[in-house]
């Protein structure tokens, strides 16, 4: 098949912005032509990368897979109006590209993170009648309620959204969500049953498995302690990573015991303020690492630590991290609640425990602090068990690929 995706964040862009770039791939080893419809890469700092310059257009070749990039508005403010000129930005400059330069496809997959990537979806599917798969990732508008864009006053806004999501659910071949919680959230939308499929995210493989831990990186990183609660994403709002922060000065005391984070975003500032202002010595980041080493970087971390505040539109979504540490065979500590809670008790990975109990995650720092390296390597063995059952490459992309045939053979009656 000749498949279109559209997303607007990818290689060479790092964390969860690298997922794009791992589907792709994975369909084009498949046997599939694909092309990705994106815009310039400046995640999550809103600067753009080194190399690029916004332009009207640009394509070019990144690992087998041909990229046609479309103009935006580079930010990743935390102001309202500065996002929403980066995601209608986006949405405008990839629409045009996609009826100008894209080749006819068959079918296209649209990456649904911002609800707004599947604007250039619904243009080709009006002007060429190219059907589209499209694969929530996170829940709209709830996501642009819950990160405070959208207060008091604009409910005009909130209301232009939901008609909105609810026309691209309707023009949809498939609307495919990663975690059954969505399924009921969606289909309470007036989605019917037949049309909702469930396609989880998957790791990379390559980048994410199991590996031995290496001593001079760790050193390299300040990482001089017996055990490490590491910590490794995007330093984010929805992250609740003050919470880690309680902790280690909770645990400041116990030399055994470091703290990791690993990564970027727009609470960094905040959190290396806090670090300094309470002389957390046992706290080191870590700059966000390429995404070819992040085996090596998660091996680091006697426990990883997965966090999201407790919304309820966290209560039916599975972040991306979890997936990748469970391939990485890395116990977890995992402050969550709902689908992704599920997975870690199910995987018996490690130990979940209540979003914002600075209590509870002490308390679980401690217990696997306290276990033996081996009983630890047996939750990381558990976990990538789990995953190769349920998340892997070869289980999920079967699903999307067939979701993208069926929408092509149901275009060409």
Not at 83 to 96: H, I, K, M, V
Not at 274 to 286: C, W
Request: aromatic share 8%; hydrophobic share 40%.
């Amino acid at each position: 098949m000749k498949i279109a995706m559209v997303t607007q964040w990818y290689d060479p862009e790092g964390s969860s912005a690298a997922l794009p770039g791992v589907i792709s791939r994975a369909l084009r080893r498949e046997g599939h032509e694909v092309h990705v419809l994106t815009g310039f890469p400046n995640y999550p700092t809103g600067t753009l990368l080194p190399g690029y310059r916004v332009r009207p257009y640009m394509r070019e070749d990144i690992k087998g897979v041909t990229v046609h990039r479309a103009p935006l508005f580079p930010s990743h403010d935390s102001r309202a109006s500065r996002r929403a000129l980066n995601y209608l930005s986006f949405a405008a400059g990839a629409a045009a590209v996609a009826v100008t330069r894209l080749p006819k496809v068959e079918a296209v997959l649209v990456h649904g993170t911002p609800a707004t990537a599947a604007i250039p979806a619904l243009a080709l599917e009006s002007l060429r009648g190219t059907p589209f798969v499209f694969h929530v990732q996170d829940l709209w508008p709830q996501t642009v309620v819950n990160a405070g864009f959208l207060t008091g006053g604009t409910s005009r806004v909130e209301r232009i959204l939901h008609r909105y999501c609810d026309l691209v659910y309707r023009r949809a071949s498939t609307v495919a969500v990663i975690a059954p919680g969505m399924v009921e959230q969606i289909a309470q939308r007036g989605v019917s049953d037949d049309k909702l499929e469930i396609v989880p995210n998957w790791a990379d493989e390559a980048a994410f498995r199991p590996a031995e831990k290496n001593q001079n990186l760790a050193d390299s990183f300040g990482l001089d302690r017996p055990f490490t609660v590491m910590y490794a994403g995007i330093f984010g709002k929805y992250q609740n990573l003050g919470v880690l922060l309680d902790a280690a000065r909770e645990l400041r005391d116990r030399r055994d015991i470091g703290f990791a984070l690993v990564g970027g975003g727009v609470e960094e500032r905040r959190l290396r303020d806090r670090v300094a202002a309470e002389q957390l010595d046992n706290v080191r980041f870590v700059p966000m690492q390429p995404f070819d080493q992040m085996t090596d970087v998660l091996a680091l971390g006697d426990v990883q630590l997965v966090s999201l505040q407790d919304l309820p539109l966290f209560r039916s979504t599975l972040p991306s991290k979890l997936q990748a540490t469970l391939a990485a065979g890395r116990p977890i500590i995992g402050a969550v609640v709902g689908d992704a809670a599920d997975v870690i008790r199910d995987s018996r990975s490690g130990i979940t425990v209540t979003p914002g109990s600075t209590i509870e995650m002490v308390e679980a720092i401690t217990t696997l602090a306290g276990m033996g390296r081996t009983e630890r390597e047996k939750l990381g063995e558990q976990g990538r068990g789990y995953y190769l059952d349920n998340f892997s490459e070869k289980v999920a992309v079967e699903r999307l690929t067939g979701l993208l045939e069926r929408a092509a053979e149901g275009s060409q009656r």
